[in-house]
């Protein structure tokens, strides 16, 4: 099924994806990789304010290749999911509704997406040139000096992405084999 979502997210919408779904975002979404949680960490143990209101919201995790003429942003693919998977239990239970990468979860980061009603998107990789038409504005808001890594906030307009892991914490990766074998 393809969905219009709007971001920042509305929960009562989220429960209604399904692994598998075809969604497209248009709203305002967040960016931060590796290094960008670890200082989110960072902020949240010394009781500091994070770069951005963490409810309602969605992360990307993705680093942009520089902007080229006339471009927003330049090539915007997806960054391997599991390597914020000891961030994310904590953001999600903060109010993080969304988040996009690639690949797969742990079982920790499942549980959390469950706990908190939220849902674990993939973008394509390999696409991030397609994807960076999505973006229509791009602005670092924090953590300047990480570079590609840095937190930004994007407006997107219909971001094209696969729901993985929805709220009953249903996931694609596994139910996608499941029924693979079932058909062979």
Do not use: C, W
């Amino acid at each position: 099924m393809e969905v219009r979502l709007t971001a920042p997210f509305d929960a009562e919408e989220l429960k209604k994806l399904k692994a598998g779904d075809m969604v497209y975002i248009s709203g305002t979404i967040y960016v931060a990789r590796d290094a960008a949680h670890k200082r989110m960490q960072e902020a949240l143990d010394n009781n500091e304010e994070l770069p951005f209101e963490m409810s309602g919201n969605g992360i990307y995790y993705m680093g942009p290749s520089p902007a080229r003429e006339g471009r927003v942003i330049g090539s915007a693919g997806p960054t391997t999911a599991s390597r914020m998977d000891k961030y994310a239990p904590r953001l999600l239970d903060l109010g993080l509704k969304v988040m996009i990468g690639k690949g797969k979860r742990t079982q920790e980061v499942k549980d959390a997406i469950v706990r908190n009603g939220a849902v674990y998107m993939a973008a394509i990789g390999g696409a991030g040139a397609l994807l960076s038409k999505s973006i229509i504005a791009s602005e670092v808001i924090a953590y300047e000096d990480l570079g590609a890594e840095a937190v930004r906030k994007l407006e997107v307009k219909d971001f094209p992405a696969i729901v993985v892991i929805d709220v009953t914490g249903e996931d694609l990766y596994i139910s996608s084999i499941e029924e693979y074998r079932r058909e062979a």
